[in-house]
């Protein structure tokens, strides 16, 4: 059972609340920096590991951390996190630091990361949580890996920076690596992610959870408004206590 309950974390962040293309969050580093696969990979592992390393001790010391200063110590930890993480990088990772640049330290507000620690990690034991970080790092860094493959191989006829199509009859499109093209490729990618959606739902398989859905995130769920059951407010209590 327990098993089923980690492999449903990491499927709701990859499927069925992908932070990039259904939950539509942390848009600034997702537009900025996925100019190439590299970058986007960069930015997406760095996310990763503050996401599940926050998630771990926000879960691990939910019920010591007063109400009242909930958010400002969420912040504290994420902020601690990201310093070390940006060291890290300056000084083994020395060229992607320098192309990820300020977006590296912006991590901090990310959205999804204080998203994550306010609707699941805070309410949920650690394990459940770290795969919930897990997940969603991975649903962000494939987001921004998928944007930056296309804007990367229209802009420039390049993949990881390699030459793949040849400028001897490709002309580069340039506007795909500059900031309209972000926005062209994340509208196309969000509606092939929506036809995907209805197709399933059609199928009778839909991708959100179902109605009485025991996964413990209500409030993170995308489709909380239309739930009904409410059931997993109730398990997320019990395994609280």
Request: glycine content about 12%; hydrophobic content about 50%; charged content about 10%.
């Amino acid at each position: 059972m327990k098993g089923n309950v980690y492999l449903e974390r990491l499927k709701n962040g990859l499927i069925t609340e992908n932070p990039t293309f259904v939950l539509m969050l942390g848009m600034c580093p997702t537009l900025a920096v996925t100019t190439s696969v590299i970058n986007g990979i960069g930015m997406g592992l760095s996310t990763t590991v503050v996401l599940v390393c926050a998630n771990l001790l926000i879960s691990l010391f939910r019920k010591v951390i007063p109400d009242g200063v909930r958010m400002p110590a969420f912040i504290v930890i994420v902020a601690s996190l990201v310093t070390v993480v940006q060291f890290l990088m300056q000084a083994y990772l020395n060229s992607l630091y320098g192309a990820l640049g300020l977006y590296i330290p912006l991590i901090v507000v990310n959205c999804i990361i204080l998203g994550r620690a306010e609707s699941y990690a805070s309410k949920n034991p650690v394990l459940p949580s770290i795969f919930d970080g897990i997940g969603m790092g991975l649903g962000f860094t494939f987001g921004l890996c998928c944007l930056g493959a296309v804007r990367e191989l229209l802009g420039s006829g390049q993949l990881c920076g390699i030459q793949v199509l040849s400028l001897s009859w490709f002309t580069p499109i340039t506007i795909f690596i500059m900031a309209p093209g972000a926005f062209l490729v994340l509208a196309f990618l969000v509606a092939i992610m929506n036809v995907i959606r209805k197709k399933a739902a059609a199928a009778g398989k839909p991708l959100h959870e179902p109605v009485g859905c025991m996964s413990g995130d209500c409030a993170g769920c995308g489709f909380a408004a239309s739930c009904t059951g409410k059931s997993s407010d109730k398990t997320a209590g019990k395994e609280e206590a």
